[in-house]
Nanobody, 128 residues
Framework: QVQLVESGGGLVQAGGSLRLSCTASGRTFSRLAMGWFRQAPGKEREFVAAISCLGGRTDYADSVKGRFTISRDNAKNTLSLRMSSLQHEDTAVYYC?????????????????????WGQGTQVTVSS
C-alpha cells in the first residue's frame, strides 16, 4: 500500500501562486509514477500534470501548461506542484496520485484509471 498526504492548498487571489506538496510512504518512491489531478464542484476529476519515476519526463494538461510545474524529490519522497498565474477556473480539490505498475521508469501516466493510490485532496480556491 502507498499512503499519500497532500498539503499546501488554500485561498489565493487571481494571478497569485501556490505550491502543493504530496508526501508518499509505503513503497520505494523512485518506483512510483506520480501525478496531480483536480476536481471542481459538479465536474469530473481531470488530469493536471504527471511525472515519471525518476523525474526526467513530465506532462501537463493544456489548461495549465506554462503556469504549473510538477517536480519530485526522490530523496525526500515528495511530489510538488508549483502553480502560478492562478485563475478562478483553477479552483478545485487537488489530488496527488501514484502507481507502482509502470514497467518503463520513463513513463508518464495521464489517465485516472491507471493510478492505484490517491491522497485525500487539498482545496485550492482562487478568488477573482
Amino acid at each position: 500500500q502507498v499512503q499519500l498526504v497532500e498539503s499546501g492548498g488554500g485561498l489565493v487571489q487571481a494571478g497569485g501562486s501556490l505550491r502543493l506538496s504530496c508526501t508518499a510512504s509505503g513503497r520505494t518512491f523512485s518506483r512510483l509514477a506520480m501525478g496531480w489531478f483536480r476536481q471542481a464542484p459538479g465536474k469530473e476529476r481531470e488530469f493536471v500534470a504527471a511525472i515519471s519515476c525518476l523525474g526526467g519526463r513530465t506532462d501537463y494538461a493544456d489548461s495549465v501548461k506554462g503556469r504549473f510545474t510538477i517536480s519530485r524529490d526522490n530523496a525526500k519522497n515528495t511530489l510538488s506542484l508549483r502553480m502560478s498565474s492562478l485563475q478562478h477556473e483553477d479552483t478545485a480539490v487537488y489530488y496527488c496520485a501514484a502507481t507502482d505498475k509502470v514497467r518503463n521508469l520513463r513513463a508518464v501516466v495521464r489517465t485516472t484509471p491507471e493510478y492505484d493510490y490517491w491522497g485525500q485532496g487539498t482545496q485550492v480556491t482562487v478568488s477573482s
